[in-house]
T-cell receptor, first 118, second 116 residues
Framework: AQKVTQAQTEISVVEKEDVTLDCVYE???????LFWYKQPPSGELVFLIR??????QNEISGRYSWNFQKSTSSFNFTITASQVVDSAVYFC???????????????FGTGTRLKVLA | DSGVTQTPKHLITATGQRVTLRCSPR?????VYWYQQSLDQGLQFLIH???????AKGNILERFSAQQFPDLHSELNLSSLELGDSALYFC???????????????FGNGTRLTVT
């Protein structure tokens, strides 16, 4: 069955520390997409990045970077030099075609709460 | 701004009551997904509609129902409300099929339901 695991329930770091949020997924499909979302204390869900199963290149966007490794079924998210504004819940998600519905299923992990302390 | 509109933002009601949450997807998106997020919990998938048709059901209670209208907006109806139904309810949209396979879900800001 398809599954997304975020084993870290909560992480606390001091400002300027680097932090990595782990995401491990399970799927039987060869074509799928992975996403990260941020949910700040205000509550909205903000899309951060997507990655398809054929592109294992790491991506960097400012202080954010993502490491996708198919061999370990992981899609980890690193924040460099964390800031207080990074405090949020971060969700990893997997999408793949649904054989039954004919559209796409999105499976979310349980989220990791990141607290960045000043 | 994700382009997905949810109303109302907040809703306070009593146990046993019925409420309707509304969602307008992004322009051009045919798929609407509903999720429930209870306090400090993850996102629980409730139901998915595509172009007016129900496509998938998740952990949706029988007291809950949804529909998607011809103009593609969707409503989630919650009835016989219980205290445990208090949560943040999110609607998300995506294009649906075809080349939009890689499209992320775009979420509305949610409706915070409080049942007293």
């Amino acid at each position: 069955a398809q599954k997304v695991t975020q084993a870290q329930t909560e992480i606390s770091v001091v400002e300027k520390e680097d932090v990595t949020l782990d995401c491990v997924y399970e799927t039987r499909d060869t074509t799928y997409y992975l996403f990260w979302y941020k949910q700040p204390p205000s509550g909205e869900l903000v899309f951060l990045i997507r990655r398809n199963s054929f592109d294992e290149q790491n991506e960097i966007s400012g202080r954010y970077s993502w490491n996708f490794q198919k061999s370990t079924s992981s899609f980890n998210f690193t924040i460099t030099a964390s800031q207080v504004v990074d405090s949020a819940v971060y969700f990893c998600a997997l999408s793949e075609a649904s054989a039954t519905s004919g559209t796409y299923k999105y499976i979310f992990g349980t989220g990791t709460r990141l607290k960045v302390l000043a | 701004d994700s382009g997905v509109t949810q109303t109302p933002k907040h809703l306070i009601t009593a146990t046993g009551q019925r409420v309707t949450l509304r969602c307008s997807p992004r322009s051009g998106d045919l798929s609407v997904y509903w999720y429930q997020q209870s306090l400090d919990q993850g996102l629980q998938f409730l139901i998915h509609y595509y172009n007016g048709e129900e496509r998938a059901k998740g952990n949706i209670l029988e007291r809950f129902s949804a529909q998607q209208f011809p103009d593609l907006h969707s409503e989630l109806n919650l009835s016989s409300l219980e205290l445990g139904d208090s949560a943040l309810y999110f609607c998300a949209s995506s294009p649906g099929r075809g080349s939009a396979y890689n499209s992320p879900l775009h979420f509305g800001n949610g409706t915070r339901l409080t049942v007293t």
